[in-house]
């Protein structure tokens, strides 16, 4: 899903935690699941794959256009939500709670809109283990792909999402 995907539905779900659960800390956490999330995105872009240019039109071409080498993505892991509900379900913390609704509908949300981008076998993405197995090594977890640019503008490129519009695996 695109970044501006991710914002939007983050929007809806941390404000329907905030008016229908009545919680703004579980709002909070939602909104962090939900969108800050992707930081570990910026991680790799600068510590794996060492990108200097950190614009962000510049981060946002680089993975809509498919270009990374090592997909480490620390926090988008069925483990690290395994970790994670084991400590909400110990601390009762609502804001560690939210954070788990809202980074599992993010992971949701990317294995429905991302499976295109994902030809080997989107389920097993999300697992660390699994990337690690394939030594983070991007064309291995990407496949080779038809690399389409991304649209001009950084609020273009934030909504648009290459797997509606074609970033596909070469035919064979």
Known sequence: MSPGGHAATTVVASTAAALYGGSLPVAAGVAAGGFLIDLDHAVDYVLFN??????????????????????????????????????????????????????????????????????????????????????????TLHGELTRVPAPEGFWRAFFWNGAVTGLRQPPS
């Open 50 to 139: 060492g990108q200097t240019d950190v614009r962000p039109s510049a981060f946002l071409r680089y993975y809509l256009e498919g270009w990374p080498h090592r997909v480490v993505l620390m926090l988008h892991s069925y483990e690290l939500f395994a970790l994670l509900i084991a400590v909400a379900w110990w601390t009762h913390w609502s804001v560690l709670w939210g954070y788990v609704i809202g980074g599992l509908m993010h992971l949701l949300l990317d294995m429905r809109f991302n499976g295109e981008l994902l030809p080997n076998n989107v389920l097993a993405f999300y697992s660390f283990a699994y990337r690690a197995a394939h030594r983070f090594r991007g064309a």
